[in-house]
């Protein structure tokens, strides 16, 4: 019997088995972190751990940045095993390998079919690591368009993903219509959304781009299995050479084998040569198929290798060289972007909150998409050229397509390279990632402004206001600049204040105008904590005025919360009208102990405040800004959105100089054009008691003032923000105590009509005696005075406290007269 009789033929290899599950598990974990990358983020886990396993990635982003970053701390581990156990990580944890794998395998028939071959040689992979790792040094990185890992990630997230849960959802969106069949259809549909659809399928910009090269990944396939990874891919040259030194290599028994040639054809790198003995060992990827194939079971892997099993691969000195020189030509011209060069800012492109600034985000950034994979909104996307050609496939904030959610931090948590820094979500409401710029050629209250003479002839409503509405900025970061006309007509013109701006792009997402917004956000280089900028001077409060100099800085109270932490007491009859911010300081006279404290109020409309004026006003008329009043050394000043207070605060301070200050401040405010509140044309002008009218909104302000012995602690009246009232006092020939003149307008006519009958219950309930006529309803109380209401459209109007009911009656329809005589 001869030697080779006795050995069994072999059927299968453990270790082969071993390595397709554990391969496969893998991958599909690899696809579960992409999938349940929103919710794994939120809890803030790591998704981003198989990109922080490339060596490649770790070395570019290193030497690029000039940085040792901590996060690649499993990059160098692989590297670490590479040394030991050889090429594993291609063979065993790669997932583009594993997709090559599968698609190798649905193209084995047509494979066969093709009787010419591409040009096949591994040496290009080491060639182009070259390329690459001299580039670094040169210009900026580039190792993010060819690392596998990275290549891997943008494929599975922009096209493979959106492709495949797309043609799903047409397939059951198609099958749902159906009746037979819908009912189990949409179970199935239902369980696929829970499922593999996760939270949001997105679809991105340039997914077409991203379609081709994975195609032609792919379909090199056609020509040798694994042609990427064998011919082209610089990780695995990378752990090529450190695989050279492995203690765990393929050893071929001389005695035992055949030389059947079968695990030669098989070799998906052509690592093994034609007697299928010798094995270029930095090509192996332990993938184990030839010992499983292998008849008599002669291949095992071992640190003992003969060295007339090794081969080595055939490097020359004029690939290197050439290389070398297209990379020192190549890689500067990277930085080319006239774009650029022609602007002193930035290239206006908006990176996700966090990022760094620009050349070290270029630097670390290794173009992974795995921060576009998490965004809520799909707002971010790859550039093409926007960022110059080193910046392609970089992320970029696109506002039209998707907001950057303000309580969303989840891509400042799976960047694996640190190009995006971890925020907190405090910290990320403050950051400025951009400004937000009007186009006034397309805003809808500008481009109505504009047109003034023409629709003074044919009114029609032009306010907008929606980018207002969504701005998630406390203090808002676009406010109104009202126009009223002297039909007392608005246009609300939009303005953004930059300072508080955080680029977040909300408002050019919603906006209404077709096409390319009126409101675009410009991306800002370097990001900044809105904290950071002064929003208090702004040349509100000079640093002297005259002999009075300013002491210390302003302070700024922005926001309901901050308001309470200045005035916590009276807060609330503030935040009844559109408060914005106060803002505070002092000023003392050089060499004396006199001091002054300035207080200006900014609200969201001139109407509020005036209100806010009126609510605080006392003493005698002042001619500064659009209206003042002066009792004592107090003073108090309405101009445009701001109301402001004077004060004295130490020492002997005179009105003179109160009002020296409340000048010099004043006149630097901007008012822009500015009328009363259009309800105050319809109070009476017979008694009418100058400076008594009132502009208010809500209830609190109305409870401060005596309109009837008892106290209605009930919103019978319905006020809100959206109603708009006015109180006024009038002088009785027949008392010498003032009545008052009520009148509230209302969004529509139903709640005016709810709170008259409001109103009359009340009085009724009280047991007062009530005289009705029409709609017109009033009421004696016990001390004998009249209080009467009444409703037209959406008005209501009433008085109070008048002597006589006949005057009570007349002022309510001399009201309701005016509302008829203009709305006729």
């Not at 198989?50 to 690649?72: H, N």
């Not at 291949?299 to 020359?316: A, G, M, N, S």
């Not at 186009?439 to 029609?460: F, M, S, T």
Request: positive net charge.
């Amino acid at each position: 019997m001869t030697e080779r009789s006795d050995i069994s033929v072999k059927k299968g290899s453990l270790y082969y088995k071993i390595r397709l599950i554990v391969q496969g598990l893998i991958f599909v974990i690899f696809i579960c972190l992409l999938i349940y990358a929103d919710p794994i983020a939120e809890r803030d886990k790591a998704t981003d751990i198989f990109l922080r396993l490339s060596p490649l990635s770790a070395i570019g982003t290193m030497v690029a940045a000039k940085e040792f970053i901590f996060q690649y701390w499993p990059a160098i581990i692989i590297l670490i095993a590479s040394v030991f156990l050889g090429r594993f990580f291609c063979g065993w944890i790669c997932p583009l390998g594993t997709t090559l794998d599968i698609t190798d395998k649905l193209l084995k028939r047509q494979r066969r079919r093709i009787s010419y071959k591409i040009y096949d040689a591994k040496r290009l992979k080491y060639y182009l690591l070259a390329f690459l790792l001299l580039s670094l040094f040169i210009s900026h990185q580039m190792v993010g368009w060819f690392d596998p890992l990275s290549i891997a990630t943008n494929a599975y997230t922009i096209v493979i993903h959106p492709y495949f849960t797309s043609l799903i959802n047409t397939l059951f969106n198609f099958l749902h219509k159906f009746y037979l069949i819908s009912f189990v259809s949409d179970i199935i549909h239902s369980f696929f959304k829970e499922i593999l659809f996760a939270f949001h399928v997105p679809f991105f910009r340039g997914h077409f781009v991203f379609l081709l090269i994975i195609s032609a990944i792919i379909s090199l396939g056609l020509f040798y299995k694994r042609y990427w990874c064998r011919n082209l891919c610089p990780l695995g040259a990378l752990l090529a050479l450190f695989s050279d030194w492995s203690l765990f290599k393929r050893v071929v028994g001389e005695n035992i084998c055949e030389g059947c040639d079968k695990c030669n054809v098989e070799c998906k790198m052509g690592a093994i040569d034609n007697t299928g003995k010798k094995t270029q060992d930095g090509e192996c990827i332990l993938c184990m198929k030839c010992q499983d194939i292998c008849p008599v079971g002669t291949v095992r892997f071992t640190y003992k290798q003969p060295k007339e099993q090794e081969t080595t691969l055939d490097l020359t000195k004029r690939g290197f060289i050439t290389a070398c020189i297209s990379s020192a030509v190549v890689a500067p011209l990277l930085s080319l972007n006239f774009r650029k060069k022609n602007s002193e800012s930035n290239l206006g492109i908006i990176r996700p909150p966090g990022s760094v600034s620009e050349d070290k985000f270029l630097a670390k950034c290794i173009r992974c998409g795995e921060c576009m994979r998490v965004c809520k909104t799909n707002g971010l996307h790859p550039t093409l050229l926007e960022a110059d050609l080193s910046g392609m496939w970089t992320p970029q904030l696109i506002p039209r397509i998707g907001y950057c959610a303000h309580d969303c931090v989840l891509c400042t948590r799976v960047c694996p390279s640190g190009a995006i820094t971890r925020l907190s979500k405090e910290n990320k409401q403050r950051l400025a990632i951009g400004k937000a710029r009007i186009n006034r050629n397309r805003c809808i209250p500008w481009v109505g402004y504009a047109r003034l003479p023409d629709l003074e002839k044919n009114w029609e409503d032009v306010n907008c206001g929606v980018c207002e509405e969504v701005c998630p900025v406390p203090t808002k970061a676009i406010h109104f600049n009202t126009y009223v006309h002297s039909n007392g007509k608005e246009i609300r013109r939009v303005y953004v204040r930059e300072e508080a701006c955080i680029g977040c792009g909300f408002c050019e997402k919603v906006c209404p105008v077709p096409g390319r917004s009126a409101i675009v956000v410009e991306g800002i280089q370097p990001q900044v904590m809105t904290s950071e900028i002064d929003i208090i001077e702004n040349n509100l409060f000079p640093l002297s005025i005259d002999q009075w100099q300013r002491s210390g800085k302003p302070k700024a109270y922005a926001g309901k919360d901050k308001l309470f932490e200045y005035i916590n007491g009276g807060a609330e009859v503030y935040l009844s009208y559109s408060f914005v911010q106060a803002s505070t300081s002092t000023y003392f006279r050089k060499g004396t102990n006199n001091s002054i404290k300035v207080d200006i109020w900014e609200f969201g409309n001139s109407n509020d405040a005036y209100g806010v004026f009126t609510k605080d006003k006392a003493g005698q008329d002042v001619n500064i800004g659009n209206e003042a009043s002066l009792y004592d050394n107090y003073l108090w000043v309405w101009k445009g959105r701001y109301f402001i207070s004077v004060e004295p605060y130490r020492g002997n301070v005179s009105p003179d100089d109160v009002t020296f200050i409340g000048t010099s401040i004043v006149d630097d405010i901007p008012s822009g054009k500015v009328s009363l509140p259009d309800i105050l044309k319809y109070l009476p002008e017979d008694g009418y008691i100058q400076g008594s009218s009132r502009y208010f909104h809500k209830k609190i302000i109305l409870d401060n003032i005596y309109i009837s012995d008892r106290f209605i602690d009930r919103n019978i009246l319905n006020l809100s923000e959206q109603t708009d009232a006015v109180i006024a006092d009038y002088e009785s020939d027949k008392s010498n105590l003032p009545f008052k003149i009520l009148i509230v307008k209302y969004p529509d006519k139903s709640i005016a009509e709810e709170s008259f009958k409001n109103f009359v219950e009340l009085r009724e309930s009280w047991g007062e005696r009530g005289i009705s006529t029409n709609v017109l309803n009033t009421f004696e109380d016990s001390k004998g005075k009249f209080s009467s209401i009444s409703y037209i459209s959406n008005f209501i109007i009433a008085a109070f406290l008048v002597e006589t009911r006949e005057d009570s009656e007349s002022y309510v329809s001399d009201v309701i007269s005016k509302v008829k005589a203009n709305k006729g």
